[in-house]
């Protein structure tokens, strides 16, 4: 009789599962095939009050980072299920054995939520994506990256995944991007679509934000030239 109920509970769990899976195939949305894809989403920006926690927490852990390197955008974004990809040339190594200057290696960047509910967003026929409030790199752009893990993944791919000790991804572009404060849509969450922010390196709500993050890039920058 345990074994009948045991067999029972199994089947109904497959079930459940096997539906999921149909739902998720069903909804299922391949947006590499997209000219724009990030404008079909809404994203996080940060506030002021979040910004000065992540800097102080940057200070203290940010060096300990398992590998540091100055690299060049190799190309546009790509997904891969819930992640945010991208390749990138290693022009200076800082920190990280393994590698070597002219290497092409992939990024694995943004947090891991992408969600097809368009409930969840603010603005009608949106969906919702976590950039870590850091925009995708531009190619040929070079570009400080924190990286804290190395996965190697399905056909031999090997994947470097930003510092995710923070909810701030770091990342920091050498070349100079203007960044102007963002407004939110949402009385409920500090949101807004990418298409009003995509001109931006970084998602910030105020100038006094703004102006805080670029000293510190700069302090950033002065540690780790990727020019000497």
């Known amino acids: 009789m345990k074994t009948k109920y045991i067999f029972i509970i199994t089947f109904s769990f497959f079930v459940i599962l096997l539906g999921i899976g149909l739902l998720n195939k069903n909804t299922f949305k391949d947006f590499n095939k997209e000219d724009s894809p990030l404008e079909k989403f809404e994203i996080g ?20 980072s398992k590998i540091i390197i100055a690299a060049k955008c190799e190309s546009r974004i790509h997904f891969s299920f819930s992640n945010i990809m991208q390749d990138v ?6 920190k990280g054995q393994t590698l070597n200057i002219g290497d092409t290696i992939t990024i694995v960047n943004g947090g891991d939520l ?12 949106m969906h919702v994506i976590n950039l870590n409030f850091v925009n ?7 570009y400080l990256i924190f990286i804290n893990d190395v996965v190697h993944a ?18 920091f572009c050498y070349q100079p991007i203007e ?36 000293a ?13």
Do not use: C
């Open 179 to 214: 960044n102007i404060p963002l407004e939110s849509v949402d009385k409920n969450y500090n949101a807004i679509p990418y298409k009003d922010a995509k001109e931006n390196e970084f998602f910030l709500m105020s100038e006094e934000g703004i102006e805080k993050l670029y």
């Open 216 to 228: 510190y890039k700069q302090k950033l920058f002065k540690k780790y030239p990727y020019q000497s």
């Open 136 to 142: 995708e790199l531009i190619p040929g752009n070079t």
């Open 45 to 64: 920006i940060l506030p002021e009050n979040l910004l000065n926690s992540q800097l102080k927490m940057m200070d203290k852990k940010l060096d300990k």
């Open 154 to 171: 399905l056909q031999n791919k090997t994947l470097y995944v930003v510092n995710r000790d923070f909810f701030l991804s770091p990342i």
């Open 89 to 94: 040339k290693i022009e200076r190594v800082f």
């Open 114 to 125: 992408i969600s097809l509910n368009n409930n969840l967003s603010a603005t009608d026929d």
